[in-house]
């Protein structure tokens, strides 16, 4: 079973550091995505990647947010400068085109004091 | 209001019990996505649905285009199937319901 691998699993960090996540979608996968889900709460979409361009984005992802896809296989998300409200699980999903079967990372848990 | 509407929010059923979670979404989609979300917080999709009705094993989960309304039934739950249940559309970007909490007792 192919699968989304994200790196760290759990990360703590102080506010105002940068903070980089990263994920290796499935290899022949074309569309990747991040998003994040705060304790007790619904997950939410941040951002979609397409073609080494963001496709779509929320209005959660301001300009502390980033994403890249610097050598053809990982993709990262950077939070430039951390807040406490960032403090959240990130998940990582790809899919091979639309309207195929999405898959997740098992997610990164940033902790931000 | 949100966009996507689940209900219940919790449930509580006992082994064996026939299982259904519903889902309503206000905006016009192109996929509806049933996703589950395990304690530890992993996410696995189950269904990707644009129209009419898929099965898997005890699963099966439904779709009304025109009433913009989902289903996921379980049926013979059992104590594995407790997880969140999560629905998710996709419009422009994806919109996830709050999701279901099912606990299974045995």
């Known amino acids: 079973e192919p699968e989304v691998t994200q790196t760290p699993s759990h990360q703590v960090t102080q506010m105002g550091q940068e903070v980089i996540l990263r994920c290796v979608p499935i290899?022949?996968?074309?569309?990747f995505y991040w998003y994040r889900q705060i304790l007790g709460q619904k997950v939410e979409f941040l951002v979609s990647f397409y073609n080494n361009e963001i496709s779509e984005k929320s209005e959660i992802f301001d300009d502390q947010f980033s994403v890249e896809r610097p050598d053809g296989s990982n993709f990262t998300l950077k939070i430039r400068s951390t807040k406490l409200e960032d403090s959240a699980m990130y998940f990582c999903a790809s899919i091979r085109e639309t309207g195929n079967t999405i898959y997740f990372g098992e997610g990164s848990w940033l902790t931000v004091v | 209001k949100n966009e996507v509407e689940q209900s219940p929010q919790n449930l509580t059923a006992q082994e064996g019990e026939f299982i259904t979670i519903n889902c309503s979404y206000s905006v016009g989609i192109s996929a509806l996505h049933w996703l589950q979300q395990h304690p530890g917080g992993g996410i696995v999709s189950l269904f990707m649905?644009?129209?009419g009705k898929k099965k898997h094993g005890r699963l099966i989960a439904t779709i009304n285009i025109q009433e913009k309304h989902s289903s996921l039934h379980i049926t013979a739950s059992h104590p594995r199937d407790s997880a969140v249940y999560i629905c998710?559309?996709?419009?422009?970007?994806?919109?996830f319901g709050a999701g279901t909490r099912l606990t299974v007792k045995p």
């Open positions: 998710a559309v996709r419009s422009v970007a994806m919109r």
């Open positions: 649905l644009s129209s």
């Open positions: 290899s022949n996968h074309l569309y």
